[in-house]
């Protein structure tokens, strides 16, 4: 059951999710999807619809009649109690039909506020009454605070147990944060290294070139701290961070990621000034075309003090990690679209080049996340020629080059996982619940102080000067990203 089925998120990315599995053959035929909105619509004009969606978003779609065929509408307003029997009877009738054995997932692509509601409806109402299994996946966000968070959880905990909840964070499903994992712990090169006896910093840059569009009145009250800092950067961390788990199973991964979010230094108070910047976009030009500042979005405040880039400094306190700085800047209207995680190893002991017309570049691994997929390792190499000079090199491994297909999308990932009944790359509550605490302490401190430098980085930049000074005053600066994209042959 998809709540909010008319909505931007199902047409977007669920349904073509569902086609192309549907199309790999991991959906067999006996699948039925129940849309769940208020607006009224017949069974056929949401097929209709789903099909539209489809087809904008794959561009070979056939069998397209018989996938839309196990779509089902039912109108219907998740606040009106009445509506949820003839829900249950709809799903009893079409669990015998297609032979579902009891299996259930309520995938909530609603606006977070009623998902308590949903969720406590479904219990009373008997609709996860089912002999088969029943999950939850909820989107973010999860909260807005440790608080709200943990009365959602209440909530949820009511009708789901916690290994019943899938709460999406979509870059866990994305490619090359999975690889992540691989590339450490299946490689003999990389996890000795893998500490601060080698590693002198690692960067993580999230940057979007687009502005908050329509999603103003969302954004105001989230701004970048909690729209991306508490859940995506901050799981991209872990993963980089984590001890290698004893098993790949959900628990072990999970309780590795849960040790690093307890290792985070708590970053409060007066600290918040050295460790933290904010950033918000004024105007712009980008290719001679000029784009408005934050402030004259749709739906935004005219004196809005909502961050839209966030940059900061995590520190680890464990063995493996003390005194390496995780940097991590993420924000809207940025110059280049792009996610990428570089890690910069230490100088080596002596530099027998210096004196040269060069000194060496350290040693980097830059883990290409998105829009390219791929991984480049940055050495240094004898420049061609009579003398002994060095000159830097990149091994670049491009993910689209070499199988020449896209990789599978996100969501198209997570929604099998969820099928699967795989809860590996889908977020804990500790993780939740940890990040919010650590994430907290920031906000708190920007809410109580006005930043009267905002707006305070031009669109089309990458981000305020404060954010290059954290780094210029720890010895280093942020990689420029688009000079680290993978070299097309
Ligand atoms: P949206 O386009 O505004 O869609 C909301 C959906 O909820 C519509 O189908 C709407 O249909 C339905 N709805 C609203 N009130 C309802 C009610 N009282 N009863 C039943 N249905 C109701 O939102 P969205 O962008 O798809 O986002 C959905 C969720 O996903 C949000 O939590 C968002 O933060 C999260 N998310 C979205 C994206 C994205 O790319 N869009 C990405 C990440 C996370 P009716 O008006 O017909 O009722």
Not at 173 to 179: F, P, T
Not at 196 to 208: A, F, H, L
Not at 379 to 395: E, Y
Request: hydrophobic share 35%.
């Amino acid at each position: 059951m998809i709540f909010g089925a008319t909505g931007d998120l199902a047409n977007r990315k669920l349904y073509p999710s569902l086609y192309r599995l549907y199309k790999k053959g991991k959906l067999a035929e006996n699948f039925a999807v129940i849309g769940i909105a208020r607006r009224s619509l017949t069974n056929e004009d949401f097929q209709s619809n789903v099909r539209k969606s489809v087809q904008s978003a794959v561009e070979c779609s056939n069998d397209l009649e018989q996938f839309s065929s196990h779509f089902y509408y039912h109108s219907h307003d998740v606040t009106d109690s009445s509506s949820y029997l003839a829900l249950k009877n709809l799903a009893n009738n079409l669990d015998s039909h297609y032979k579902l054995e009891g299996n259930r997932i309520f995938y909530l692509a609603m606006a977070p506020e009623f998902f308590g509601t949903i969720a406590v409806h479904l219990k009373e109402d008997g609709l996860t009454d089912v002999a088969g299994y029943k999950r939850l996946v909820i989107e973010k966000p999860f909260g807005h605070d440790l608080e709200s968070a943990k009365e959602l959880n209440k909530q949820i905990r009511q009708a789901f147990s916690e290994d019943e909840i899938y709460r999406i964070d979509h870059y866990l499903g994305k490619e090359m944060v999975q690889n992540i994992e691989v590339i450490r712990f299946a490689n003999a090169i990389f996890e000795p290294l893998w500490n601060n006896r080698y590693i002198s910093n690692i960067q993580v840059t999230s940057s979007e070139v687009l502005g908050v569009e329509e999603r103003g009145r969302y954004y105001e009250k989230s701004g970048a701290l909690r729209d991306m800092v508490q859940n995506h950067m901050l799981q991209m961390v872990a993963l980089l961070a984590m001890e290698p788990p004893i098993k790949l199973t959900t628990d072990e991964i999970r309780s590795e990621k849960v040790k690093v979010f307890r290792a985070f230094r708590p970053i409060e108070g007066e600290e918040v000034k050295t460790h933290f910047v904010r950033g918000q976009y004024a105007q712009g030009t980008v290719n001679a075309e000029s784009l408005p500042a934050y402030r004259e979005e749709t739906m935004v405040d005219p004196q809005s003090n909502t961050e839209t880039f966030v940059a900061g400094k995590l520190l680890i306190d464990n063995f493996r990690w003390a005194g390496v700085p995780f940097y991590i800047r993420t924000g809207k209207r940025m110059k280049a679209k792009s996610t990428k995680i570089v890690i910069q190893f230490k100088d080596i002991p002596m530099n027998l080049y210096y004196g040269k017309d060069q000194t060496l570049n350290p040693n980097l691994l830059v883990i290409h996340i998105q829009p390219d997929e791929g991984i480049t390792l940055h050495l240094n190499a004898k420049k061609a020629g009579q003398q002994l000079d060095a000159t830097p090199v990149k091994l670049n491994y491009a993910n689209k080059g070499i199988d020449g297909i896209n990789t599978p999308e996100a969501y198209e990932k997570l929604l099998l996982d969820c099928i699967s009944g795989d809860a590996t790359n889908f977020t804990h509550w500790d993780e939740v619940a940890l990040s919010w605490s650590f994430v907290d302490k920031i906000s708190q401190v920007w809410e109580n102080t006005k930043e009267d430098n905002f707006p305070n980085y031009p669109a089309g930049t990458m981000g305020p000067k404060a954010a290059d000074e954290l780094l210029e005053q720890d010895g280093y600066f942020w990689w420029p990203v688009t000079d680290l994209d993978i070299e097309k042959c």
